[in-house]
């Protein structure tokens, strides 16, 4: 009863992940330098990774080392930059149509990887989720970039993939969300740093501005977030933990608004109350789901600490649609 009584609580924290990044394109316009996405990522990913590992001070273990290489590759080291350059190179909020279509993927992978079968109204919310996104931020445009339409499309199964991943492997015997977080910042962080050295070339000299918005994207918008977002993960369903993601676009939306001074049409405001439904819509548990259930535990040992190393574990069934125990950028 405890843990289903804090279940919003668990629900509201995670959220905060991707209201959090809504604040990205904003801060990346306003206080950034121009035309540098690769360095952006690097010190949004790197200095965050290194100050929470020194704070777990817990090291990769065993096959942990090429796991969390694995996940730090695909929630950080390849999606920071592929979503870096579908920004760039597709109009309007393409991109972030593009994005919001994660629960869709996040059912296809969690069928082929857990071997869970994406109930009918999980794949309704989702598309629900995409079209109320696609109203708020997409505006009439000319011909695609399809380099800019692959880069979405790309960082989108990335992120995703990491998720379903995240999920399936947990977290091994020692390790919390924060250091899981640390050595995903810090695998990806480095990943990118040698492309963006040979693409970039040296970093560009900074001012006091683009200081303080590199602060706040490495610390409020990193470190703290995607500590939410991994403790979220391993409390919650895939699915859950997906159909937050349209509050990113959202957010911008609305930061767009309120401090940028851009309009906001009848239209954009139907899509967000639509994107902010389906949002709320895939938290809720399906009926006949036990309303005392809580969410696999995948803290020490991940998902087959309870059963062994070779026994299958039944939540698992339940990681797409929201459908109880548990789930992963």
Not at 178 to 207: H, K, M, N, R, S
Not at 210 to 231: D, E, K, Q
Not at 315 to 325: F, I, K, S, T
Request: glycine content about 14%; charged content about 10%.
């Amino acid at each position: 009863m405890a843990a289903n009584a804090n279940r919003p609580a668990l629900i509201a924290l995670t959220a905060l992940a991707p209201i959090s990044w809504g604040s990205t394109y904003a801060v990346t316009t306003e206080f950034l330098p121009a035309d540098r996405p690769l360095f952006t990522a690097v010190l949004r990913a790197l200095p965050a990774g290194l100050l929470l590992l020194a704070s777990a001070r817990v090291l990769p273990r065993g096959a942990w080392w090429w796991k969390a290489a694995t996940l730090g590759a695909l929630n950080i080291g390849a999606f920071f930059p592929l979503l870096f350059l579908s920004a760039y190179r597709l109009p309007g909020g393409m991109a972030a149509v593009v994005g919001s279509v994660g629960p869709l993927f996040v059912a296809g992978l969690a069928a082929l990887l857990l071997g869970d079968r994406p109930a009918l109204r999980t794949l309704l919310t989702g598309i629900a989720a995409a079209l109320g996104v696609s109203l708020v931020v997409l505006k009439a445009a000319g011909a695609l970039d399809p380099v800019g339409v692959l880069a979405a499309l790309a960082a989108t199964a990335s992120m995703s993939t990491g998720t379903v991943l995240t999920k399936r492997w947990g977290r091994p015997d020692g390790a919390g969300p924060l250091a899981l977080t640390a050595w995903q910042l810090t695998a990806g962080g480095l990943l990118i740093a040698p492309v963006a050295l040979f693409v970039e070339g040296a970093p560009p000299a900074l001012d006091g501005r683009a200081l303080g918005g590199y602060l706040y994207l490495a610390l409020a918008n990193t470190a703290v977030a995607y500590w939410l977002w991994f403790r979220g993960i391993g409390r919650l369903s895939a699915m859950q933990v997906t159909f937050l993601g349209p509050l990113s676009p959202l957010t911008a939306a609305v930061i767009g608004w309120a401090a940028l001074g851009q309009a906001l049409t009848p239209v954009q405001v139907a899509g967000m109350a639509l994107a902010f439904g389906a949002t709320v819509f895939g938290q809720l548990k399906p009926r006949g789901v036990n309303a005392t259930s809580s969410p696999r535990d995948v803290s020490p040992g991940g998902p087959r600490g309870r059963r062994g190393r070779r026994g299958r574990v039944p939540q698992l069934r339940e990681a797409v649609g929201g459908a109880g125990r548990p789930e992963g950028a």
